[in-house]
């Protein structure tokens, strides 16, 4: 077999994958590294590639497709939308985003004078409520506090709040004001908070890092801080909201949110289940505070065809009572994973968990879980990939998981009886 990147060979006769590998090398921006699979097609909690081969999807696009692949109801609400009323730009509205501004209101139970701002990623979702940030008590701000561990998304505003220094560094100067603070230490946060502080922006559970909820008790001193010094609490509900983790938004898991209400909520990832969205909503009187008309925009954000989508999103939750399912779902799975040697500590809640790797007791004895070698989750991820499963190694030593809401525990079963072997190689 030749190997040339001469752009006349069509590597035809070289094998399947290799063929799709080199197609993606020659035309397509190398930022994601190779791409692990060709994938074709899918269905509920199922993707193909283009082998044919069956993929039980345990990471569902990064949280995205809260509904699994191509659910029904979610592809008749943007088939009727295309073929009705498409893009019409932000000089106009339309029904669609009304009805889903609406729902997101409902599902907040959000006071008066909330409002929603569409964008159309999690990212953009950040920068908006950034400008806000900007914006509070009337300007004149400088600073914004977010926390170590954090990942709010690759855009240069959302980009300063993102702690991981490799991920800022070759892009620097950043955009200036923001300070990490330690995870979890509401000293370090008093320290740091005061009058010159616009905003602390936090994830309610971290994901990147390898999802992680906070201490019993950050949650409120951040709401009590801010608060004291009149900075808004910001929350980034990109990954964890949308039923993620058998609430609607994790903030309103008292477990996870402490009863505290922020000041806004970003979200993206499940919102448009597949379809490109973000909203940046606030809550109360922090609306009028913060932009007026003018003082940003867009123009895809609020498109009828991704307000469809979330619509169609949100309304399948409730109608399928899929909150109730995924929070019965996570109690299931982390009692089979509990059970599962070479499995330490299960992170998160709902279907967003993250899973330390021990190493079983392979060449070990029963009581050696702790001394065996922790295996590389990256390793433990292809040979996943491998037998069919699609897991994700977010961290070394860590696996997230973060199915379709729609999972059943049927489905979930090969995954439970393949993961020891998975882990011990
Ligand atoms: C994924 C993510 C983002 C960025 O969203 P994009 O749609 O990739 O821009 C921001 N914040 C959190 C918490 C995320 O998980």
């Given at each position: 077999?030749?190997?040339?990147?001469?752009?006349?060979?069509?590597?035809?006769?070289?094998?399947?994958?290799?063929?799709?590998?080199?197609?993606?090398?020659?035309?397509?921006?190398?930022?994601?590294?190779?791409?692990?699979?060709?994938?074709?097609?899918?269905?509920?909690?199922?993707?193909?590639?283009?082998?044919?081969?069956?993929?039980?999807?345990?990471?569902?696009?990064?949280a995205?497709?809260a509904?699994?692949?191509?659910?029904?109801?979610?592809?008749?609400?943007?088939?009727?939308?295309?073929?009705?009323?498409?893009?019409?730009?932000?000089?106009?509205?339309?029904?669609?985003?009304?009805?889903?501004?609406?729902?997101?209101?409902?599902v907040l139970h959000?006071?008066?004078?909330?409002?929603?701002?569409?964008?159309?990623?999690?990212?953009?979702?950040?920068?908006?409520?950034?400008?806000?940030?900007?914006?509070?008590?009337?300007?004149?701000?400088?600073?914004?506090?977010?926390i170590?561990g954090a990942?709010?998304?690759?855009?240069?505003?959302?980009?300063?709040?993102?702690?991981?220094?490799?991920?800022?560094?070759?892009?620097?100067?950043?955009?200036?004001?923001?300070?990490?603070?330690?995870y979890g230490d509401v000293?370090?946060l008093?320290?740091?908070?005061?009058?010159?502080?616009?905003?602390v922006?936090i994830e309610p559970v971290q994901g990147?890092v390898g999802v992680r909820t906070h201490p019993a008790g950050y949650l409120t001193a951040v709401r009590e801080l801010t608060?004291?010094?009149?900075?808004?609490m910001i929350l980034d509900e990109v990954q964890s909201g949308i039923g993620r983790t058998g609430s609607w938004f994790a903030h309103q898991d008292p477990e996870i949110g402490e009863g505290v209400v922020p000041?806004?909520i970003t979200s993206?990832?499940g919102?448009?289940?597949?379809?490109?969205?973000?909203?940046?909503?606030?809550v109360?009187?922090?609306?009028?505070?913060?932009?007026?008309?003018?003082?940003?925009?867009?123009?895809?954000?609020?498109?009828?065809?991704?307000?469809?989508?979330?619509?169609?999103?949100?309304?399948?939750i409730?109608?399928?009572n899929l909150l109730d399912h995924v929070t019965e779902t996570s109690e299931w799975l982390k009692t089979?994973l509990a059970?599962?040697?070479?499995?330490g500590e299960i992170t998160g809640k709902g279907l967003l968990l993250g899973l330390e790797?021990?190493?079983?007791?392979?060449?070990?004895?029963?009581?050696?879980?702790?001394?065996?070698?922790?295996?590389?989750?990256?390793?433990?991820?292809?040979?996943?990939?491998?037998?069919?499963?699609?897991?994700?190694?977010?961290?070394?030593?860590?696996?997230r998981l973060a199915p379709?809401l729609?999972?059943?525990?049927?489905?979930?079963?090969?995954?439970?009886?393949?993961?020891?072997?998975?882990?011990?190689?």
């Open positions: 077999m030749t190997e040339t990147t001469d752009q006349a060979s069509t590597g035809q006769d070289s094998d399947q994958a290799q063929t799709w590998r080199d197609d993606f090398s020659r035309v397509l921006s190398p930022v994601f590294g190779s791409p692990q699979l060709d994938l074709v097609r899918g269905e509920g909690s199922y993707v193909w590639d283009a082998a044919g081969k069956q993929y039980l999807d345990l990471l569902a696009g990064i995205v497709n509904l699994g692949h191509c659910h029904p109801t979610w592809v008749q609400a943007i088939t009727e939308q295309a073929s009705t009323l498409g893009h019409i730009s932000n000089f106009f509205t339309s029904p669609a985003q009304i009805g889903l501004a609406e729902k997101l209101h409902d959000l006071p008066a004078g909330s409002a929603v701002f569409f964008s159309n990623s999690g990212t953009e979702a950040n920068e908006a409520a950034f400008k806000m940030a900007r914006r509070a008590g009337g300007g004149g701000r400088p600073f914004i506090i977010a170590e990942f709010h998304g690759r855009t240069m505003g959302a980009l300063a709040l993102t702690a991981k220094e490799a991920y800022r560094e070759p892009f620097a100067p950043g955009v200036p004001g923001v300070v990490h603070v330690p000293d370090a008093e320290a740091a908070i005061n009058e010159n502080t616009a905003a922006f990147e608060t004291k010094v009149g900075a808004l000041d806004i993206a990832k919102l448009g289940g597949g379809m490109p969205i973000g909203a940046t909503i606030t109360g009187d922090a609306n009028t505070k913060l932009l007026e008309a003018g003082q940003h925009g867009t123009t895809f954000g609020g498109n009828p065809l991704s307000c469809a989508a979330g619509l169609a999103v949100l309304e399948t409730e109608k399928d089979q059970k599962i040697d070479g499995i790797l021990t190493g079983g007791a392979s060449g070990d004895s029963a009581t050696g879980a702790a001394d065996a070698q922790v295996p590389d989750s990256k390793a433990v991820a292809a040979r996943a990939l491998e037998a069919g499963f699609i897991i994700n190694p977010v961290a070394p030593g860590r696996v379709p729609t999972i059943t525990t049927d489905e979930l079963t090969p995954f439970i009886e393949a993961l020891p072997g998975l882990i011990t190689g």
